[in-house]
């Protein structure tokens, strides 16, 4: 199976979760002292930040008032990534070294392009072709199986729908999901969190559905 590995080379602090205020931000405790984090990851994350859990850190860059990012944390054993922007930057690399064998033939890469009344994470085109790729961030397994969403998301039928009326004009649509923990065997659309987002349209086919391993490693 062929692989790509993303090297983050930012030495991580580990630290304890203790609550989170809202969605986008974490109290943690590093050496006993409490401390801000910013949480990029908009899901429930329910059954992963609970209190007392091993997290790890990534110091902020710039002035924030969080001088933290919470990238990591420890489920199970596991680490799982919470990083939302990874997914796209694992996508990136991917494309551009070869990774989706059957998207190659595309030499010009676009990031966020706007397509009717959605931004798009990639556009990808040739002479003679478009292809747009929409990537979503997988956190939620159950016995095996990664579901997405893990609460419902507007935004993310959105998407759908725009990507089947850009498949209906004849161009390429991917909707590319980024399972960020090693435990899953099997995806599926989590139709009794978000019954539209499963059936976005009546017309909507079978999506094929293909599977990889793009690895991000903690340096």
């Known amino acids: 199976m062929k692989r790509v590995v993303f090297n983050h080379k930012t030495k991580l602090l580990p630290a304890v979760f203790q609550?989170?205020?809202?969605?986008?931000l974490a109290r943690v405790l590093i050496d006993g002292e409490e401390a801000l984090a910013h949480v990029s990851d908009p899901g429930r994350l329910k059954e992963l930040l609970v209190p007392g859990v091993e997290v790890?850190?990534?110091?902020a860059k710039g002035a924030r008032k969080t001088k933290?990012?919470?990238?990591?944390?420890?489920?199970?054993?596991?680490?799982v990534?919470?990083?939302?922007?990874?997914?796209?930057?694992?996508?990136?690399?991917?494309l551009k070294e070869g990774f989706f064998e059957d998207l190659a033939h595309y030499p010009q890469i676009q990031r966020e392009v706007t397509y009717n009344d959605s931004r798009l994470d990639f556009c990808l085109s040739n002479d003679s072709d478009k292809?747009?790729?929409?990537?979503?961030?997988?956190?939620?397994v159950e016995d095996g199986l990664a579901l997405f969403p893990d609460a419902p998301t507007l935004r993310g039928t959105r998407h759908l729908k725009e990507l089947i009326k850009i498949k209906e004009e004849g161009m390429r649509a991917i909707s590319l999901f980024i399972i960020q923990r090693e435990d899953a065997t099997s995806f599926s659309p989590h139709k009794s969190m978000d019954p539209l987002f499963a059936s976005p349209s009546k017309k909507h086919k079978t999506p094929r559905w293909r599977?990889?391993?793009?690895?991000a490693e903690t340096l």
């Open 19 to 24: 609550e989170r205020p809202n969605r986008f």
């Open 211 to 215: 599977s990889g391993r793009i690895n």
């Open 68 to 79: 933290f990012d919470l990238v990591l944390v420890k489920h199970k054993g596991l680490l």
């Open 56 to 59: 790890y850190l990534r110091p």
């Open 131 to 140: 292809c747009f790729i929409e990537v979503k961030s997988v956190t939620l």
């Open 81 to 94: 990534s919470l990083e939302s922007t990874l997914p796209n930057k694992l996508v990136e690399l991917a």
